[in-house]
């Protein structure tokens, strides 16, 4: 199946500190990326699309100043939480479908903000 | 408002049993449903994607289907192994967006 990473699979940083996240898909485009946020014990809540090209679309409730996206290219979206709080720790996965609709997702990557 | 539960949050079986996981959703217009696999402190595998046309899809072990009119979908493991052991995720994509909205999961358990 289709290959997507993310890095770093996982970060520590200071409260306050800005901590940028890679998804890339490594073996096909995708013009659309998803960024969800995973809490211990919970399901998967989807924060925004990224868009290749275009602002990103965010979800109610998610904070786009935030939570900054940028598709920099049909292979790579980054998202930047920027002045991290404890709160904001939590495990976040991207991922992107392939022409044939199947959504493939990174590793995730867990973020404790001290 | 579009959502997806899962039941039972939990399931615990001994090895060799074949086994029902179940998944239901509001509003019979999906696009398509995923099933997807989850190991602790991992991402997500995709297992089986149903297409809002089709009623079941099948690979190796895993058969899943989809009943749209009762909203309502399964997955059947047959012969379970102690390396199914993982947390059970069904996504609905709704709109055809490819956005998916996630139930919350089972979590098995497969004892040897």
New interface residues.
């Given amino acids: ?1 289709a290959v ?1 990473s ?1 890095h770093p699979s996982r970060v520590i940083c200071k409260s306050g500190t800005s901590v940028k996240i890679e998804c890339r898909s490594l073996d096909f485009q995708a013009t ?1 990326m ?1 960024w969800y946020r995973q809490f211990p014990k ?5 924060m925004a ?1 990224s868009n290749e090209g275009s602002k990103a679309t965010y979800e109610q409730g998610v904070e786009k100043d935030k939570f900054l996206i940028n598709h920099a290219s049909l292979t790579l979206s980054t998202l930047t939480v920027t002045s991290a709080h404890p709160e904001d720790s939590s ?1 976040y ?1 991207c ?1 992107a ?1 392939t022409n ?9 990557t ?1 973020l404790l903000v001290l | 408002k579009q959502e997806v539960t899962q039941i039972p949050a939990a399931l615990s079986v001994p090895e060799g049993e074949n086994l029902v996981l179940n998944c239901s959703f509001t509003d019979s217009a999906i696009y ?1 449903l ?1 099933w ?1 696999r989850q190991d602790p ?6 297992l089986l ?1 149903i ?1 809002s046309s089709q009623r079941e899809q099948t690979s190796g072990r895993l058969n899943a289907s989809l009943d749209k009119s009762s909203g309502r979908s399964t997955l059947y493991i047959a012969a379970s192994q102690p390396g199914d052991s993982a947390t059970y ?1 069904c ?1 609905v ?1 709704f709109g055809g ?9 089972t979590r098995l358990t497969i004892n040897p």
């Fill in positions: 199946g997507v993310q659309t998803f919970q399901s998967l809540m989807l699309t495990f996965i991922s479908p044939q609709e199947t959504q493939y997702f990174g590793p995730g867990r | 398509n995923q997807f402190g991992k991402g997500l595998t995709s994607l297409q995720l996504a994509n967006a490819q956005k998916l909205v996630f139930g919350q999961g």
